[in-house]
C-alpha cells in the first residue's frame, strides 16, 4: 500500500513538472513572437551595458545584466495592459525614458564618479548654475549615444521598415494571460538571480550607500528603482525604521558620552583666540607640489603650509552636495546623508555645531560668500547651523566678476572692512567663514586669471606641458586663488585683524580633474612633445587608487605670532576638523564622529560611498579590493574590522540626519526632568 501512494505521489510531481515545464516552454515561445518587446528589450539592455562599460567597466559580470532584464521584463508586462496598437508608444516613451536616464547617468558619473540619485532632483537648481561647466568640460558625444535607442527604436517601427524587421509578428494572447506567461519567466529569473547573491549584497542595497557598487550587482533599472523607494524614505521614516535606528544611535553613543576628552599639548592653545577660516574652492593638494620654470603654482599657501601645521594627508568626505556636504561636515562631525544633501533635504534637523559651541563660550559666528545666498539653501542653513550673520552677494558691489560671481580677490578686499566693523561692534571673539568661489570649474577665463603659463621651457624653446589642458586651466585658477589668499591675509594684518587670530585653511573637495590630465602631467616627455611609454622606469601609473588619493586637499592651521613648521602626516577627514579644532579651542561635540588627530597615529576615512582611507589601506567597498599604501603586513582582520567600523559610522551618521536623533534625545532629556 505505501509503496502504491509513494508511486501515485511520484507520478503526480511528474506530471506537475512536466505541466510547468510545457508552460515555461509555451511562455518562452510567446515571448518570441513578441517582436516588439523583443527589440525594446535588446535596446533598452544595450543602453544599460554599454553605460557600464563606459563607467564602473564591469565587462565581464552577468548579474547585473540578469537585473536589468527583470525590470525590462516588468516593463514588458506592464504593455499588455494598454491596447495592442498603442504598444508601441508605450514602449517608445519607455525608451525615451531609459534613454535619458542612461544620459543622465553617464553625465553625472564623469562629474561625480558616482550614480545619479533621484533624491537629488531638489538639487538640480545649483546644476543650472553651473551648467556651462557640464557641457565644456562633462558632456562628451558618448554620452550622445545613448538616444541612438529610442531613434533607431522609432526607425525600425516606421511603415517603411516594419517589413524588414518584423517577419514574424504574432500576439497569440493579450491581457492575463500574456501577463501570466511574462510573470513565468520573470519569476523563474528572478529566483536565479536572488540566489546569486550574498548577505552583503542585501546589506548594501538596503543602506543605498554605494551606488556604484550597486549598479554592478544589480543593475542599471534596479538601482534606480530601489533609489526612488530610498528617496522617500524620509517622508515615512516616522513610521517604519525609527525604534531600530534609535537604539543603534543610543549604544554607539553610551561609552563615548561618558568618556572625557584626551587632553595633549595642543590642549587649549587657542582658546579664545578669533578664527577666521578659509573655505578654498577645489584647491587640492598636488597643486601645492607644482612648479613650472621654476615657478611655484601656490606660493602663498607653501609659505603658511611651512610656517603653521600643516596635515598633509587631510580628505574631503563629500557627496552629490560638495561643497555645502564639506560645510556640514566640518562644522558637525558628522557624514553627508546617504540620499540628497543635508542643506537641502534636511535643513530642519537639529545640529551641534561649531558656530553653536563657540557662540555658547562667546563668540560672534559669522560667514561669507560672493555668491547667491539662495545657492545650497546657505541662507536657511547658515542660521540653522548657529552664524549671527550670513553675508552673501547682496553684500558685496559687483565690481569684478570671474566665473559663477564676485572675484575671490575683490571679495576678500570687500570683506576686510566688514570683519573690522563686526569686530569694533561686536567686542568679543569672532569666528568667520569666508568662502571662495572663483576656483569653481570650468576655469574658462584664463585671461582673467593673471599670466601664469603651465608649459616646459628648455632655453628659449617652450613646450606646451599642460597649455590646453582642463588642469592647465584649473592650474592658472589655484594660481589666482593662491594670491587672493595672500593679499587677503596681508590686508587683515594692515587692518590689525591677525592679532589674537588663528587662520584655518581647507580645501572643500577635489577640482573632478579628468584621470588623463593626472597621466600628463606625471608623464609627460618634452623630448616627444608627448606621454612616455608606460614601459619607461619614469612612468606613474593613475589607477583608481592613484587618482583618489590625489583627491586630498589641503588642511592648515596658521597663526601670525605662532611658527609652528610642523607637518602631520596621519590620514585625515573633515569630520576630525571639529574634534581637532574643539580640542585647541576648548569645544566638544558629544556626538562628533571624528577625532582630535592629534591623539592619534592611525586613523580612518570614511567616503559616503562606504570606501575608506588609513595609514596603511586604501579599500575600495564597490570591487571589495584594497591596495595596501605601506610596506607592512596586515592582520588577517584588518580589513573586516575597518569595514564594520565604515559601515557602522556611516549607519549612525545617517539615522542622526534622517530621524533627527540629536532633537529627539534632547527633548526626551528635558521630558524625563520635568518629570522626575
Known amino acids: 500500500m505505501i509503496n502504491i501512494l509513494k508511486k501515485i505521489k511520484y507520478r503526480k510531481l511528474i506530471n506537475l513538472k512536466n505541466k510547468c515545464l510545457s508552460y515555461l516552454k509555451q511562455s518562452i515561445e510567446y515571448l518570441k513572437n513578441d517582436t516588439i518587446f523583443i527589440y525594446f528589450l535588446i535596446g533598452a539592455l544595450s543602453s544599460s551595458t554599454l553605460l557600464r562599460f563606459l563607467t564602473v567597466r564591469n565587462y565581464f559580470e552577468i548579474r547585473p545584466i540578469i537585473g536589468d532584464i527583470i525590470f525590462i521584463m516588468l516593463i514588458g508586462m506592464l504593455s499588455y495592459t494598454v491596447k495592442q496598437k498603442r504598444r508601441f ?19 553625472y558619473y564623469t562629474f561625480y564618479n558616482s550614480f545619479v540619485s533621484v533624491s537629488l532632483l531638489s538639487t538640480s537648481i545649483f546644476v543650472i548654475e553651473v551648467g556651462d561647466a557640464v557641457v565644456k568640460n562633462v558632456i562628451s558625444p558618448k554620452d550622445i549615444l545613448f538616444f541612438s535607442f529610442p531613434i533607431i527604436f522609432f526607425i525600425i517601427n516606421t511603415k517603411k521598415f516594419r517589413s524588414i524587421f518584423y517577419k514574424k509578428q504574432l500576439f497569440i494572447m493579450e491581457g492575463k494571460r500574456a501577463i501570466l506567461n511574462m510573470l513565468v519567466i520573470v519569476t523563474l529569473i528572478f ?105 611655484e603654482v601656490t606660493p602663498n599657501l607653501n609659505r603658511i603650509a611651512k610656517e603653521g601645521i600643516h596635515f598633509t594627508n587631510f580628505y574631503t568626505q563629500v557627496g552629490v552636495g560638495t561643497s555645502s556636504d564639506t560645510e556640514f561636515t566640518l562644522n558637525t562631525s558628522l557624514l553627508p546623508v546617504s540620499n540628497g544633501t543635508v542643506f537641502v533635504s534636511y535643513w530642519d534637523r537639529e545640529f551641534v555645531t561649531i558656530p553653536k559651541l563657540l557662540n555658547e563660550l562667546g563668540y560672534y559666528s559669522f560667514s561669507m560668500h ?31 566678476e570671474i566665473g559663477l560671481g564676485l572675484s575671490d580677490k575683490s571679495f576678500f578686499r570687500q570683506s576686510i572692512p566688514i570683519i573690522k566693523s563686526i569686530v569694533d ?20 577665463e584664463v585671461d582673467k586669471y593673471g599670466y601664469f603659463p603651465v608649459d616646459y621651457k628648455v632655453g628659449d624653446v617652450s613646450y606646451p606641458y599642460m597649455e590646453g589642458t582642463i588642469m592647465g586651466r584649473y592650474l592658472k585658477a589655484v594660481r589666482y586663488a593662491d594670491a587672493a589668499i595672500g593679499e587677503f591675509i596681508s590686508g587683515l594684518d594692515a587692518a590689525g585683524l591677525l592679532e589674537n587670530t588663528v587662520v584655518v585653511i581647507y580645501g572643500d573637495h577635489d577640482a573632478r580633474l579628468p584621470r588623463n590630465d593626472f597621466v600628463r602631467l606625471y608623464n609627460y616627455d618634452y623630448t616627444i612633445d608627448g606621454i612616455m611609454s608606460e614601459e619607461d622606469p619614469r612612468y606613474k601609473k593613475v589607477d583608481f587608487y592613484q587618482y583618489e588619493l590625489d583627491r586630498k586637499v589641503p588642511f592648515i592651521i596658521w597663526t601670525k605670532d605662532t611658527k609652528f613648521n610642523k607637518k602631520v602626516n596621519t590620514v585625515m577627514g573633515m569630520a576630525d576638523v571639529l574634534p581637532t579644532l574643539g580640542n585647541m579651542f576648548g569645544f566638544y561635540s558629544p556626538y562628533q564622529l571624528g577625532n582630535d588627530i592629534f591623539n592619534l597615529r592611525n586613523n580612518i576615512v570614511v567616503f559616503p560611498n562606504s570606501n575608506w582611507l588609513t595609514n596603511n589601506v586604501y579599500y575600495n567597498s564597490q570591487k571589495r579590493e584594497y591596495k595596501i599604501l605601506k610596506d607592512k603586513p596586515l592582520s588577517e582582520d584588518y580589513i573586516t574590522k575597518h569595514s564594520e567600523l565604515a559601515d557602522s559610522l556611516l549607519e549612525v551618521s545617517n539615522s542622526i540626519i534622517l530621524y533627527d536623533l540629536i532633537r529627539r534625545e534632547r527633548e526626551l532629556e528635558i521630558f524625563l526632568k520635568e518629570n522626575q
Not at 514602449?91 to 544620459?103: P, Q, Y
Not at 568662502?435 to 574658462?444: A, C, E, G, V, Y
Open 89 to 107: 508608444n508605450f514602449f517608445l516613451i519607455w525608451s525615451i525614458i531609459i534613454a535619458i536616464i542612461a544620459f543622465i547617468n553617464s553625465v
Open 191 to 295: 529566483i536565479a538571480f536572488t540566489s546569486s547573491l550574498t548577505p552583503v549584497d542585501y546589506s548594501r542595497f538596503n543602506k543605498q550607500w554605494n551606488r556604484e557598487f550597486l549598479v554592478t550587482r544589480f543593475g542599471l533599472y534596479i538601482y534606480q528603482l530601489n533609489d526612488i523607494i530610498k528617496s522617500i524614505e524620509p517622508q515615512i521614516n516616522t513610521m517604519f525604521g525609527y525604534d531600530r535606528a534609535v537604539r543603534y544611535f543610543r549604544e554607539f553613543y553610551a561609552e563615548r558620552q561618558n568618556q572625557e576628552p584626551i587632553k595633549n599639548k595642543y590642549t587649549n592653545i587657542f582658546k579664545g583666540k578669533n578664527i577666521i577660516a578659509i573655505h578654498a574652492e577645489s584647491v587640492q593638494s598636488f597643486a601645492m607640489g607644482l612648479k613650472f620654470n621654476g615657478l
Open 370 to 400: 560672493g555668491n547667491n545666498g539662495t545657492f545650497w539653501n546657505r541662507l536657511v542653513m547658515h542660521e540653522e547651523m548657529g552664524y549671527d550673520k550670513f553675508y552673501h552677494k547682496s553684500s558685496f558691489v559687483i565690481d569684478e
Open 425 to 444: 561692534e561686536q567686542k568679543k571673539p569672532f569666528y568667520a567663514t569666508m568662502i571662495m568661489l572663483t576656483n569653481h570649474t570650468p576655469f574658462d
